[in-house]
Each structure stands twice: as C-alpha cells, then as structure tokens.
C-alpha cells in the first residue's frame, strides 16, 4: 500500500487502484497519522489537532468512528491502539516522503553526476505542495512550512549538481522562475549568477546581483550575505576558479602524509556539518516547522528571530529535543573511534578533534567501540558564558576557570573532543545546555577574547602546531570561520592542511586556497575507508625480529 502527502493526500492499493478516504474529517485524521507514522499519536492531540480548542462533546466518540471506518479501508494491522491514542503502522518506502527524505540522505556523499539523477527522483516524487488539500487546516501549517523547505533544499542541492556537471545554459531559466518565487533566497540568487556567468553573461550576472541587492534592502533592510558579495567580487575580477573543475581525487601519497601528521600528534581533525546530525539546513526547516515561521535557510538568522520573538527557553527546549535524539553513526564517526586502539598499541599520543555540531553522534561512536572519550565544549549561556566546560569520560563535568593552570586534560594519554559552539547536555537536568546558533551568539563569541585564553593551554598548544584534517565543512556554513579567525586572526594555517569535500563550490576553493588548505573531491564514506586501510596498516605494531 502507498501513502502521498506530497502534494494532495492519495492512498493506493498493492493492485496499484486509488482508496478512497471520504470526509475531510477522516482525511485529515490520516494525514496527522501519515505525518507521525509509527509514533504513537495521543488522543487528546488528535482531537485539539481535528477541532482546535471548540471541540465539541463528542470528538472523542467521532474521533473513534473514524479510527474504525480507517480501519476498514486500510486494514487493522496498519492503524493500532496504544496508549494513549494511535500508531499508523508504514512500512519503510510505503509513504512518499519517507522515500523522498531517504534519497536525500543518498544523494549527499555522491558524485555529481549520481547525485543528480538522485536529486532529480527525489523531486519527481511531488505533486504539488505538500498536504495540498489541507491549506486551510491549523494541524498542516508548520508541517507543510517544513516539508516545502526540504523540497527547496533539495531542488538548490541538484542546481548545484548540475553546475558542477556543467549544465548552466539549461539552469538559467529554472532559476529565473525559482528566484521569482523566492526572491530573498540568496543561494538561489547565487546560482543564477554562476550560471549567468559561466554561460557567457557576465553583465546579467552583474545585474542579478543588484537585482538580489535591492530586495533584500527593500524588504528586509539588509544587505547580501558575506558570500554573495564574495560571489559580486570574483565574478567581477574574473576569476578563474568560477570556472567548472573537474573533480580530482586525493593522490595515493595525501593518505599517507595523513597517517603519519596523526602519528606524530600534529593532526586535528575538524568534523564539519556533513559529518553531523542532523544537518544546519534541516535543523533551521525544523525550527521553521515547530514555532509555525516562514522558511528561512540561515539557521543563525532564524534562531535570532526565535530568541527575540520567543525567548532563549524555548528555543532550547527545541534545539535540545532535536540533539538528544539517537542519531545513527556513520563511516567518519566509526573511523575515528577506530584509531586509540591502534594508537595505545604503538606507544602514540591520542587525538584532538574539534566538533561544530551540538549532537552527540561522534561520542556514541566511541560508546560503542568501547573508547574512552573526554569532551570540552563552550558555554554560551549563564554565569560561565564565554568559559569551556570539561566533560570528563568517567562524568563529573567541570567548568574550566582558569585555563592556563588547568591539568585535568591528557590528550596524550586519551583522545579529547572540543565542541566548540556547545553541546546538548545528556544528563537530564539539563544544566549545561548551550548553544552557539543566533546571530547574537556569534557575535558574542566573535568579540570575546582571544581562544587562547579559555581553551586549556595543552589544547591550544596542540592546535596551534599541527595539520588539519577538515572532513565536510562547506563555505555556507561559516561557523567554523569564526573559529579559525579566533586562533588566527587572518593568518594562514600554520601547517600543511587539508579539506574534504563531496562537492566543494567555487567560493569554497577560493576560501581554502587563501588559507593554503589543499582541497579533495572526495565522498567522506570513501575518503575515510582509504584512510582507515591506510592507517591499520602503517601503524600496525612492529612485529619483533
């Protein structure tokens, strides 16, 4: 059986005929369940959802009709009774965003080309905008808000694709009507520039971005973002990196220079938003969704406008229900996981990584390998804001007062992760909650002291003389920037230093080139399978002669 709510609500049969939901009351129940399938779904929610606050005596008693007639169409074993209300059992790709959502999780560490045609089945799954016949409905508006952003996010990644695979004389159109109908949208403005210009149409190019300019000043009394000017500037100087590139795959000699920098204790490595869960873009369509907002891509800016609108609590609440969850581990966290052991076997110093997410996927990853790991992450928020707080792997977390003197930290001896924007906190008091996502927290921590007066000195020692590995960190998410312009101000990386990227952008090579950071077109699952291997074997123990 097949559900849709992308675009009007329709349910097919294993024959392939339509059935036929009657009422919008029992439509609209579905779509509810649909949209929680498998969770349980209270009775008091279904109700205040279904009727809103002048629900009449007997919305239970209806509330109950219609479970039974769903039965009916749908079979008993689909729609269940669990305290304390229902489940709407789907099986996995039975609903069309449940498989429009898994080929979006498919197509990120994909080649252009694949990624593409992936992209391109994901969007040819709509019908139009989702919950189409529920416009009117309170219960659908934050979803629909939501589940429309995910599908914009998706159609910019595949322009983004085809670019690479240098289509841009076909795009120029698709983005023109996209623009249209988002005009404050300024990775869509950036697009239709790229393509503009690639295509040979450099003065439209110039004039798509005043286009961009004046709507963005007109309507929000702002000016473009950092990366659209730095877009404005190459396009008018020419360069030479707007230009396609073909992508180039890391030389066999990169994983072993690697190896040896993490041998020799002079490796960080930087987990980027592409190596956390769940990505900066989902988290601002979920917060778009949950305080009922219109779409917004920067999650800094829509954060900012929940924290003035809203307050900092229930902001929180949402970004800390959002982390806590269960976030399955993947290739990066378990390679990295994968290394003390191999370590401690050759009498080697452990490692230093540094986080920009809040999820605590790379910790479960060493919970299951059965790894120690201690945790140093920001305080954003209270009496500590602007300290670190250190998280030791047997628990007792401390706050670091003075960092110059603290000794509680032996990155030679265990591996250490700096979380440096914060962290949700596990434990259920929830005392150190922090997070560094508004505006106004970047800011804040933009215009604190420098890192190296609050990081503890072994740390920044380390930081300060070694290579780095930066595993999917992309432009758009500048967080990490804030990070390098507090350890060096507009130096360059002091060594050789290397970045990972899936589908790096002309913006982001020109980034990393000015930091002499050499950059690899290649998948993070692939890059660090080759790593893994690379790294089993050169730090094998020596066998004694």
Do not use: C
């Amino acid at each position: 059986m097949e559900f849709r709510i992308l675009g009007p609500l329709e349910v097919v049969g294993e024959s392939g005929e339509a059935i036929e939901v009657a009422g919008q009351k029992q439509r609209a129940l579905l779509a509810i369940l649909l949209l929680r399938a498998n969770e349980v779904v209270s009775t008091d929610r279904l109700v205040d959802e279904l009727w809103g606050e002048q629900a009449p005596r007997t919305a239970t008693a209806s509330l109950q009709n219609s479970i039974s007639q769903l039965r009916k169409l749908l079979g008993a074993d689909r729609v269940v009774t669990r305290s304390p209300g229902y489940v709407l059992r789907v099986e996995p790709g039975d609903l069309d965003l449940d498989r429009f959502e898994r080929l979006l999780r498919e197509a990120r560490p994909q080649e252009p080309d694949e990624r593409l045609r992936t992209l391109s089945e994901a969007l040819a799954l709509w019908r139009g905008p989702p919950l189409a016949d529920f416009e009117t409905d309170s219960f659908a508006q934050a979803d629909a808000r939501r589940l429309e952003e995910l599908r914009l996010i998706a159609a910019e990644d595949r322009v983004d694709a085809a670019l690479e695979n240098g289509a841009e004389s076909q795009l120029v159109g698709e983005l023109e009507l996209l623009v249209s109908r988002h005009p404050l949208r300024e990775r869509l403005r950036g697009q239709l520039m790229l393509a503009l210009y690639r295509s040979g149409r450099q003065a439209e190019a110039l004039e798509a971005y005043q286009a961009a300019r004046r709507a963005l000043v007109e309507e929000l009394g702002i000016e473009p973002s950092p990366p659209l000017q730095q877009l404005h500037a190459a396009i008018l100087r020419q360069e030479g990196g707007l230009q396609p590139r073909s992508p180039t795959r890391a030389v066999e000699d990169h994983y072993d220079e690697v190896v040896r920098a993490l041998a020799a204790a002079r490796l960080v490595t930087v987990l980027g938003p592409d190596a956390s869960l769940p990505l900066p873009s989902e988290v601002a369509a979920h917060l778009a969704g949950s305080f009922g907002l219109d779409h917004e891509p920067a999650l800094t800016k829509i954060s900012q406008h929940i924290l003035l609108t809203q307050g900092i609590g229930p902001l929180y609440d949402e970004l800390h229900a959002l982390f806590e969850r269960d976030q399955a581990t993947g290739a990066v966290h378990r390679f990295l996981a994968s290394l003390p052991p191999l370590l401690r076997a050759r009498g080697l110093p452990q490692q230093l990584l540094v986080g920009t997410g809040y999820d605590h996927t790379l910790e479960r990853a060493f919970d299951e390998a059965g790894e120690e790991l201690d945790v140093v992450s920001y305080i954003a928020e209270g009496p500590d804001r602007g300290k670190f707080l250190h998280v030791p792997a047997e628990g007792g977390a401390r706050v670091i007062a003075e960092p110059n003197a603290y000794a509680s930290l032996d990155v030679e001896r265990r591996p250490v992760l700096l979380k440096i924007h914060g962290q949700a906190d596990r434990d259920p008091a929830r005392v150190w909650d922090s997070f560094v996502v508004s505006e106004d927290d970047y800011i804040d921590y933009l215009t604190q002291a420098e890192v190296a007066s609050v990081i503890p000195v072994t740390l920044v020692a380390r930081l300060r003389r070694s290579h780095f590995l930066f595993l999917g960190y992309g432009l758009e998410d500048w967080n990490l920037r804030v990070f390098l312009r507090r350890v060096w101000g507009r130096d360059r990386v002091a060594y050789r230093s290397w970045a990972v990227e899936p589908t790096p952008s002309a913006l982001a090579r020109e980034f990393w080139r000015e930091r002499e950071v050499d950059v690899f077109v290649v998948p993070l699952d692939e890059y660090v399978s080759e790593l893994r291997r690379r790294a089993e074997e050169l730090l094998a123990p020596e066998v004694p002669a």
